[in-house]
């Protein structure tokens, strides 16, 4: 059994100790917003906060994320109101989308350390990849949300999912509070 706090639930997973996160969040927990993209560290789609540090949740297993914090792209901002978020609306740093999770969580921990990074500073923070190419805009849009974090601009805020937060709890197992004894 692996106990971990997920988005601010505590969460046990009864699975092997040496699954990777990854698969315990998108599969156990229904935390389906973290990608799959390579599998071996390489591109970013799965980039969660580990104790408010951002790390590629293939990398890491279950046995490794024992007792601590983990925030994913669900539990970043109920509302999507974060300023990563409200940014890369803002700036279209989106095509298909399918990086953005990865790259939202890599610009969180980011303007966490640093809410005035510079070009370079940005670049090497976000390993992440995207196919699409949005990596200019994507700049301009973290960018911009440190401006939004550093209270010197407002957005706002995204449209709402168009989903409750009580009927998004009954999709997501990890978002709802733990019953006694509550395996995964
Ligand atoms: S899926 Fe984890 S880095 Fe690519
Ligand atoms: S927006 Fe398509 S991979 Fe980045």
Redesign the pocket.
């Known amino acids: 059994m692996s106990r971990m706090t997920v988005n601010g639930r505590p969460v046990q997973f009864a699975m092997d100790p040496d699954t990777p996160l990854l698969w315990a969040l998108r599969d156990a927990a229904n935390l389906t917003g973290t990608k799959y993209g390579c599998g071996v560290g390489d591109c970013g789609a799965c980039m969660v906060l580990v104790d408010g540090q951002a790390l590629r949740s293939c990398l890491i297993t279950i046995a490794e994320a024992e007792g601590r914090f983990i925030t994913t792209i669900e539990g970043l901002s109920r509302d999507r109101s974060h300023p990563v978020q409200q940014a890369m609306v803002a700036e279209q740093a989106?095509?298909?989308?399918?990086?953005?999770p990865g790259?939202v969580m890599s610009a969180a921990a980011l303007l966490q350390g640093n809410p005035a990074p510079n070009d370079a500073e940005i670049k090497a923070a976000i390993p992440n990849?995207?196919?699409?190419?949005?990596y200019p805009r994507l700049v301009r849009a973290i960018e911009r949300a440190g401006r939004v974090a550093r209270r010197q601009e407002t957005i706002s805020a995204a449209p709402a999912p168009g989903i409750s937060e009580q009927d998004a709890a009954k999709a997501v197992p990890a978002m709802q509070a733990p019953q006694p004894d509550e395996d995964n």
């Open positions: 989106i095509q298909c989308g399918f990086c953005t790259i990849f995207c196919r699409c190419g949005v």
